[in-house]
């Protein structure tokens, strides 16, 4: 029930007007330097959620592989060879020419992943130095060699925090296997 108003019909009402409604204010801005703002930080949000999906998409084998270590029991005598497994495809993940690597070289190509800290040396941040990795590679081979069950857990354990904490973007590979040096030789010159 909607009421309508009429204009008072007096005679000393007669010469008003209706006030006259201004026009809503919008929220919008009006200088170019906000507008400019407003540009700059959608670039950077964009930029901000490119990284952070980028960091999920180049971590993802991380947690696919710390959810293979979780599951594994250290009561169950296979379950270094898993580990081994697992890791051994992370490093192929990392760095397809680590598929050939085995005992001595794969130790120290996953000690290579480990961050190094500036004032300590490379040997004392490496998490598979001592004798247990090295039983942890003669298990694989040798089936008398069998590793108990602190050391089954020792070694998954470890191969957890290595996960959690290598990084392969900065790794300096070494050379796990000798090579020969081969010196350049300056143009111009031939093979003799």
């Known amino acids: 029930m909607a009421v309508e108003h009429t204009p008072p019909s007096t005679y000393i009402l007669r010469e008003l007007h209706d006030v006259a409604i201004p026009d809503s204010v919008t929220w ?30 180049n971590n993802r084998y991380r947690k696919e592989a710390l959810q293979e270590l979780m599951i594994l029991d250290a009561r169950d005598k296979n379950s270094t060879e898993r580990t081994f497994k697992v890791l051994k495809v992370v490093l192929r993940y990392l760095d397809s020419s680590n598929a050939k690597l085995f005992g001595q070289a794969y130790v120290n190509r996953l000690n290579a992943y480990l961050p190094v800290s500036a004032n300590t040396s490379e040997n004392s941040n490496a998490f598979f ?35 959690k904490l290598h990084k392969p973007d900065l790794q300096a590979k070494p050379d796990v296997q000798a090579k020969p040096d081969v010196q350049a030789k300056p143009e111009g010159q031939d093979n003799v």
């Not at 540009?39 to 901000?48: F, H, N, R, S």
């Open 28 to 57: 919008a801005p009006q200088t170019i330097g906000w507008k400019i703002l407003g540009v700059i930080l959608l670039l950077v949000a964009i930029y901000l959620a490119y990284r952070l999906a980028q960091k999920w998409w």
């Open 129 to 163: 130095a001592d004798e247990v990795s090295e039983l942890w590679m003669q298990s694989l081979i040798d089936p008398n060699v069998r590793l108990s069950f602190e050391q089954r857990l020792e070694v998954i354990q470890t191969a957890m925090m290595w996960l």
